[in-house]
């Protein structure tokens, strides 16, 4: 039993909260979340909580706006009951994807219009949010955004150095290199993102297609600032999340952000459920994600392997695959692709069509977390995949029933552990090691 805690659930997670309090020993606080009418948002702490270290357990999945407008809400109103500290706890940190944005030598955008793909497990996805018409693919997400605008840049920028420049919290800015924007660049030739939808039947339309005007210059949000800025002015003291997407983002905060590791539950899983494992190898499904991939290979003794994502015209008729190449070999062998995370499961499906087409034997999907957004179900299910395994950062319910090849990892533990020893002041270091 843990004394003078108080632990809040938001309410993008119930089970994750229940199953942390179980651990911890401690009841969830009783408070009132609710929408008022109009769909604002309604919070209220039926709970004194005053001198006490309170934790909001909140993820970014599902309906992900609610529920940071309801964490900021929930984290001022307990500053204002007089908490001695208050963190957040988000085990998917939302936003953390939009830290920086790719723009071509000039700064001017990069965004083309596109008409509706055809669903095939391997196009890109037109549904942003699960089972929400509402958010079906109108705008397609700033994630899509970014990732037209880093394909043109490749595009324009041929002959360059591109750079991409990232304001970090104290007004400074950082300048990295093509390759790690490359990491989020999944586009393959031909098929673009939509916006202009078409759902049953009805057209949708997106914004107008941007035609340049010489001299002007769009600005894209850098919405991971804001909500880095958004947290600390609501009044959180401290973060606690895991595998955020890019690490360089915990420089965004003014606060102690501790970002845990899920590799320790992957590679559990690996050597747990996977025969024969020391034969297999792993897959990291671009450049970006290799550091990730590799230290759980070398933790193991495994071989590793790189799809690397050719932007060059090549004459391979295949043109799903003709933007991406294996460099390893996977022949025969269980290959196991590892990544931070599984949204519209573009990446980890094409690489898997990519590997079992190269002679892989069996092809597993290990990433932490799994939005599983939009079609991302269908098109594990349409794929050659053979098992998707993820923690259950994101509430997995429902992706559970819709998807049989889907097995997943608890991190209520992990996390439980932590506030523990944060509540403590205690290290958390030793959460963070996995040999
Ligand atoms: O292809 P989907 O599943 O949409 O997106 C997942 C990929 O996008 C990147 O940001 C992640 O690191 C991952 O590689």
Redesign the pocket.
């Known amino acids: 039993m843990v004394r003078n805690i108080v632990v809040i659930g938001g309410t993008s997670h119930p089970q994750l909260t229940r199953t942390i309090c179980n651990h911890l020993g401690v009841p969830e606080a009783n408070v009132l979340l609710s929408k008022f009418a109009v769909g604002e948002t309604r919070v209220e702490i039926q709970e004194s909580v005053r001198e006490k270290d309170v934790y909001i357990i909140q993820s970014g999945g599902g309906k992900v706006n609610d529920h940071l407008i309801e964490l900021l809400i929930t984290i001022s109103a307990c500053k204002t009951a007089s908490a001695k500290r208050v963190t957040a706890v988000l085990p998917l940190f939302p936003y953390s994807?939009q830290s920086d944005i790719p723009y071509n030598k000039t700064g001017a955008p990069l965004v083309k219009s596109s008409t509706h793909q055809p669903f095939t497990f391997d196009s890109m996805p037109s549904t942003p949010h699960p089972n929400k018409p509402e958010s079906q693919g109108v705008y397609n997400g700033v994630d899509s955004l970014q990732k037209s605008l880093a394909k043109a840049q490749i595009e324009t920028d041929a002959n360059g150095s591109p750079v991409k420049r990232r304001h970090i919290a104290n007004g400074g800015t950082r300048s990295d290199t093509l390759d790690s924007v490359q990491?989020?660049v999944?586009i393959p030739n031909g098929v673009n993102n939509d916006d202009n939808t078409s759902i049953s039947g009805s057209s949708i339309k997106g914004p107008p297609a941007f035609e340049p005007r010489p001299g002007y210059r769009q600005w894209v949000a850098q919405a991971g600032t804001l909500v880095a800025d958004l947290l600390t002015s609501a009044g959180a003291d401290h973060i606690i999340t895991m595998d955020l997407?890019d690490p360089q983002y915990q420089g965004f905060f003014d606060i102690p952000v501790d970002n845990l590791y899920g590799r320790p539950l992957l590679k559990r899983y690996i050597q747990r459920h996977i025969s024969d494992f020391k034969n297999c190898i792993i897959v990291s499904?671009?450049a970006?994600?290799a550091k990730r991939a590799t230290a759980i290979a070398d933790s193991m003794g495994v071989e590793f392997a790189l799809i690397h994502k050719e932007r060059r015209p090549t004459k391979i008729s295949d043109r799903q695959n003709a933007t991406m190449m294996l460099v390893g070999d996977v022949k025969n062998r269980t290959a196991i692709l590892i990544?931070?995370?599984?949204?519209?499961?573009?990446?980890?499906t094409r690489a898997a069509k990519l590997l079992k087409k190269e002679g892989a034997a069996k092809v597993y999907a290990l990433v932490t977390h799994g939005i599983l957004s939009g079609d991302?179900i269908d098109r594990i299910n349409a794929s050659s995949l053979d098992k998707v395994v993820v923690t259950n950062t994101v509430d997995q319910d429902d992706h559970c029933k819709r998807c049989p090849k889907l097995e997943v990892l608890e991190v209520g533990n992990v996390f439980a552990e932590a506030i523990r020893r944060v509540h403590h002041g205690e290290s958390i270091s030793v959460l963070f090691q996995y040999d």
């Open positions: 994807r990491s989020d999944s997407h499904p671009d970006g994600g990544d931070d995370l599984a949204d519209t499961s573009n990446t980890i991302a």
